[in-house]
């Protein structure tokens, strides 16, 4: 089983500031990389695939990066929408598919 | 556009089962993988397993298997997760869950339901 982790836990940021998290994979996952967002009480909203494309709708304030083990989800100027939790997940092995335990994104 | 929704909350014993539903609306439903993912409290997201409806034939986490059964009605377009021998640590919210991309369950997920809450409590 692929492992994933998040750093860091919890980031604190101020609105209009750049936001940059981690994700690293135990092995390599290629570009086979997605990035969601959750809000309190709501289901997870995809961000980003294959590492680096952004799903449909989503701003360009978001951007992804990496491949193999080292990925980075950048928010280039926080919004106050944006405060949220982050999870990346890897989509090239499985059984099972995994997810990080993500990143806090909170206000400063 | 697709929608997902889940049956309503539910409340169950220990050593019990609970069975819970995702009707998709929205596309062809048989081409499609549905996976569900479950969150306990506070915590992480954590795929179960996956199922494409047309093919029948659902692949699990290792950690459920043998407890999970998740199966598909394509008349109906919905989708079923049955856990069994519940325990307190499977109090969660747990989500259905769909990609854009036909005929793997090895992608990312487009689509959510909005989830249901069990909660395993004596």
């Known amino acids: 089983e692929i492992v994933m982790t998040q750093s860091p836990a919890t980031l604190s940021v101020s609105p209009g500031e750049r936001a940059t998290l981690s994700c690293r994979a135990s092995q390599s996952v290629s570009s086979n990389l997605a990035w969601y967002q959750q809000k309190p009480g709501q289901a997870p909203r995809l961000l980003i695939y294959?590492?680096?494309t952004r799903a449909t709708g989503i701003p360009a304030r978001f951007s992804g990066s990496g491949s193999g083990t080292e990925f980075t989800l950048t928010i280039s100027s926080l919004q106050s929408e944006d405060f949220a939790v982050y999870y990346c997940?890897?989509?090239?092995?499985?059984?099972?598919?995994?997810f990080g335990p993500g990143t806090k994104v909170d206000i400063k | 556009q697709v929608q997902l929704v889940q049956s309503g909350a539910e409340v169950k014993k220990p050593g019990s089962s609970v069975k819970v539903s995702c009707k998709a609306s929205g596309g062809t439903f048989s081409s499609y993988a549905i996976s569900w993912v479950r969150q306990a409290p506070g915590q992480g997201l954590e795929w179960m397993g996956g199922i494409i409806p047309i093919f029948g034939t659902a692949n699990y986490a290792q950690k459920f298997q043998g407890r999970v059964t998740i199966t598909a009605d394509e008349s109906t377009s919905t989708a079923y997760m049955e856990l069994s021998s519940l325990r307190s640590e499977d109090t969660a919210v747990y989500y259905c869950?769909?990609?854009?991309?036909?005929?793997?369950?090895?992608?990312?997920?487009?689509?959510w339901g909005q989830g249901t809450l069990v909660t395993v409590s004596s």
């Open positions: 997940q890897q989509y090239n092995n499985w059984p099972p598919l995994t």
């Open positions: 869950a769909r990609p854009s991309q036909k005929f793997t369950v090895t992608t990312v997920f487009d689509y």
């Open positions: 294959g590492a680096s």
